[in-house]
């Protein structure tokens, strides 16, 4: 949002805000630091903030991915969109098949892509975790094995097809 005294300028440099400072020349509420000003005016470089999964069913979704320890509604309600912010900043969001197609009415769920990796802790984490996502309706990719990089690793891929890895460092 910007403020009645603000303006956004475009040149080939890219962006750049004018107005909205006060007179010792610092940002306005709405960039909150100067630092945060100073990046919006030179044109800030794009920065990882959330993965989206789009899912067919939020309720079966949830329980998968609580089973993994991400803190999600047992009951998520009439909700069609969800997002939490992990430790460090990073948000994920789940929205329905419906929200999206509300946008992009062609959308249709792939299959690949990237995956969500969990360190499960220990090799015998990986193994239990594996199993309790089969029986919750995960689909196996890749049974735990110990990989030649020095991981107890496997591969499920949640309801909707998105990939969950699992790992954790082999002993030694």
């Keep these: 949002m910007l403020l009645a005294d603000q303006s956004i300028e475009y040149s080939r440099h890219g962006p750049s805000l004018s107005g909205g400072s006060d007179d010792a020349g610092r940002a306005s509420e709405t ?44 009951d998520p309600g009439r909700e069609q969109h969800h997002e939490i912010t992990l430790p460090g900043g990073l948000r994920v969001g789940w929205d329905t098949l419906e929200v999206i197609r509300g946008f992009s009415p062609d959308f249709t769920p792939g299959t690949g892509g990237p995956a969500l ?10 193994d239990a975790k594996y199993t309790e996502l089969i029986e919750a309706g995960c689909t196996g990719e890749s049974k735990p094995w110990d990989a030649f990089w020095g991981q107890r690793y496997a591969v499920v891929r949640d309801p909707d097809g998105h990939g969950i890895e699992l790992f954790s460092a082999l002993p030694g």
């Design 31 to 74: 960039f909150k630091t100067v630092r945060t000003a100073a990046n919006y005016r030179r044109g800030m470089t794009p920065q990882l903030s959330m993965i989206g999964l789009a899912v067919a069913d939020l309720p079966r979704s949830f329980d998968i991915y609580r089973r993994l320890g991400l803190d999600l509604p047992a």
């Design 117 to 126: 990796a969990f360190d499960c802790g220990t090799p015998e984490a990986v």
